[in-house]
């Protein structure tokens, strides 16, 4: 599980700091407006940057902030993910990133939910997450469905519930 964590953190992080979109071209970033640190960081975009679009300006220079506000080990970890990410194919890449924005464009209780699913799991002993992962791996993609439907069903019975008190 810890890849996959990492695999959605290093998605996460490039995602923010990789995936251009053009639109907008309200106030760029000025380069002369980025601290001394964030123009060390982000050095091998000065040629280009300003033809880089508004928002990729600002994600990278958010980017660099975060860099700088990490400690060590966060660095070590950071680059750890990254170096991970761009480990992945291509194909693989692509995938996360849809995931990503398929995810965030949930409704924002659904992505509360996803979290929280996703922190319990992480709480549960190794051999016990390794049990559920085998166990939904080699169900059908009827049992999956099934298994979708029923914890569905579970999550609208208790919000019916709480809805009555």
Known sequence: MKIRFVLAIAALLAVSIAVADDEGLGNSVAWDSLSEDQQQ?????EVDWSGLSVERQER??????????MSADQRHQ???????????PAERRQLIRERYHTYRELPSDEQRRIRENYRRFN???PDRRQELRDRLRHMTPEQRQRLRDRMLKTRTDRATR????
């Open 123 to 125: 709480q549960l002993p």
């Open 60 to 69: 990278l220079a958010s980017g660099a902030e975060r860099w700088i506000n």
């Open 78 to 88: 950071a680059q750890g993910r990254f170096d991970l990410w761009r480990e992945l």
């Open 162 to 165: 709480v809805d009555r008190l």
């Open 41 to 45: 960081i982000l050095g091998r975009f």
